[in-house]
């Protein structure tokens, strides 16, 4: 049976300290229309899509870092975002969005949410799990900061897949499947979230698809030259970009295989104030492996492909059979164990 949906990743291009985020919100509208143009179902915009980067920056006033932010409880609503939330409604387009949080507590998160058109309501949100960076600059003047573990707080709400109704016609829903007939590749599909940072560790994919999940889809921030953070051995400052993008690439081809699923990763990428360089690269992957659609700038663009969601169902069900080939009794340490642990010495 086909689950075929047309699916696309908008990556955004420079975004400078001072742009408002009206404008940023303008160009986001431009992409989703360019989708609706090209009959896609669903887009999915990068980590901290409305504003550049500023976790780069320190911002010692509280009211100049809450300008980052939004607040209350529904995203949809937030003044400036709303045009974006609305023409998702209008063009009948589900839409992933990455933005700063700040709840009511005043608890700073790297959330997104998935916003179904045909519910007109967010399904899921997701909360960044793996933080990278600092929580203090660097003492070098010259360093790239990336102060993520200062302004915000670890993820709180796990890895939560969630179906999405409405993509894929002609499934089985609980009323009409067979008592102890397999759902694998049936049902509404299966998708997941995750942000920039998290697509490099393995344990977040896989609590995705121990849930089954057909798509996981993330947004990202990554510099092109992060030498402070990476520790690389020096290098041009082009090598560094294209090993960055390499790891990107790596990390994302390899889950997607491992995990039986396909994925889209969206780049905020560019020259943000004309000299912090963000790699572009976002893609579509196959639950092969292989890259169906990539970027070819670092500017605002719209990377589409139809997906055949069943195409998961073969590893899903023969080389990654979870419930025939894991030994979860081998597995214990990645439960109970944060950092390393060596061996005694010899
Ligand atoms: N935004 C984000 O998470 N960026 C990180 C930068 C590298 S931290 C060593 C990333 O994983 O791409």
Same mark, same amino acid.
């Given at each position: 049976?086909?689950? #075929?949906?047309? *699916?696309?990743? +908008?990556?955004?291009? +420079?975004?400078?300290?001072?742009?408002?985020?009206?404008?940023?919100?303008?160009?986001?509208?431009?992409?989703?229309?360019?989708?609706?143009?090209?009959?896609?179902?669903? !887009? *999915?915009?990068p980590?901290?899509? @409305?504003?550049?980067?500023? &976790?780069?920056h320190?911002?010692?006033?509280?009211?100049?870092?809450?300008?980052?932010?939004?607040?209350?409880?529904?995203?949809? /609503?937030?003044?400036?975002?709303?045009?974006?939330?609305?023409? +998702?409604?209008?063009?009948?387009?589900?839409?992933?969005?990455?933005?700063?949080? =700040?709840?009511?507590?005043?608890?700073? $998160?790297?959330?997104?949410?998935?916003?179904?058109?045909?519910?007109?309501?967010?399904?899921?949100?997701?909360r960044? *799990?793996?933080? &990278?960076?600092? #929580?203090? &600059?660097?003492?070098?003047?010259?360093?790239?900061?990336?102060?993520?573990?200062?302004?915000?707080?670890?993820?709180?709400?796990?890895? /939560?897949?969630?179906?999405?109704?409405? @993509?894929?016609?002609?499934? !089985?829903?609980?009323?009409?499947?067979?008592?102890?007939?397999?759902?694998?590749?049936?049902?509404?599909?299966? %998708?997941?979230?995750?942000?920039?940072?998290? =697509?490099?560790?393995?344990?977040?994919?896989?609590?995705?698809?121990?849930q089954?999940?057909?798509?996981? %889809?993330?947004?990202?921030?990554?510099?092109?030259?992060?030498?402070?953070?990476?520790?690389s051995?020096?290098?041009?400052?082009?090598?560094?970009?294209?090993?960055?993008?390499?790891?990107?690439?790596?990390?994302?081809?390899?889950?997607?295989?491992?995990?039986?699923?396909?994925?889209i990763?969206?780049?905020?990428?560019?020259?943000?104030?004309? #000299?912090?360089?963000?790699?572009?690269?976002?893609?579509?992957?196959?639950?092969?492996?292989?890259?169906i659609?990539?970027?070819?700038?670092?500017?605002?663009?719209l990377?589409?492909?139809e997906?055949?969601?069943?195409?998961? !169902?073969?590893g899903?069900?023969?080389?990654?059979?979870?419930?025939?080939? =894991?030994?979860?009794?081998? $597995?214990?340490?990645?439960?109970? /164990?944060?950092?390393?642990?060596?061996?005694?010495?010899?």
């Open positions: 049976m086909s689950r #075929k949906i047309t *699916v696309a990743a +908008a990556q955004v291009g +420079a975004i400078d300290l001072s742009t408002p985020k009206k404008d940023v919100v303008e160009r986001l509208v431009k992409l989703l229309r360019e989708a609706a143009e090209k009959k896609v179902q669903l !887009v *999915v915009f980590e901290c899509t @409305l504003t550049t980067f500023f &976790p780069r320190l911002i010692g006033l509280q009211e100049e870092l809450d300008k980052f932010f939004e607040h209350g409880e529904d995203i949809t /609503q937030s003044p400036d975002v709303k045009p974006l939330f609305d023409e +998702a409604k209008s063009l009948g387009i589900d839409v992933s969005v990455g933005y700063a949080e =700040r709840t009511p507590d005043g608890t700073g $998160y790297n959330t997104c949410v998935y916003y179904s058109a045909s519910e007109d309501k967010v399904l899921s949100k997701y960044k *799990v793996h933080l &990278p960076g600092t #929580k203090e &600059p660097f003492e070098d003047p010259d360093a790239v900061n990336q102060l993520e573990k200062r302004y915000f707080t670890p993820g709180d709400l796990g890895f /939560q897949g969630f179906r999405v109704p409405s @993509l894929v016609q002609n499934v !089985v829903k609980k009323e009409t499947a067979k008592e102890g007939e397999s759902t694998i590749g049936k049902g509404d599909p299966i %998708m997941g979230m995750l942000i920039c940072n998290d =697509r490099r560790w393995p344990e977040a994919w896989r609590v995705y698809s121990l089954g999940a057909e798509l996981i %889809m993330f947004g990202f921030n990554t510099g092109g030259n992060m030498a402070h953070l990476w520790g051995k020096p290098m041009s400052l082009e090598k560094a970009k294209t090993e960055a993008l390499f790891h990107s690439r790596l990390v994302q081809q390899a889950n997607s295989y491992m995990n039986a699923c396909f994925s990763s969206s780049a905020r990428c560019g020259l943000d104030d004309g #000299k912090y360089d963000l790699i572009g690269g976002s893609a579509i992957v196959s639950p092969e492996g292989h890259v659609a990539e970027a070819k700038t670092e500017d605002d663009e990377v589409v492909a997906i055949d969601l069943a195409d998961c !169902v073969q899903k069900t023969r080389t990654f059979d979870y419930g025939r080939h =894991r030994r979860i009794e081998t $597995y214990g340490l990645i439960d109970k /164990q944060t950092g390393v642990v060596e061996p005694d010495l010899l």
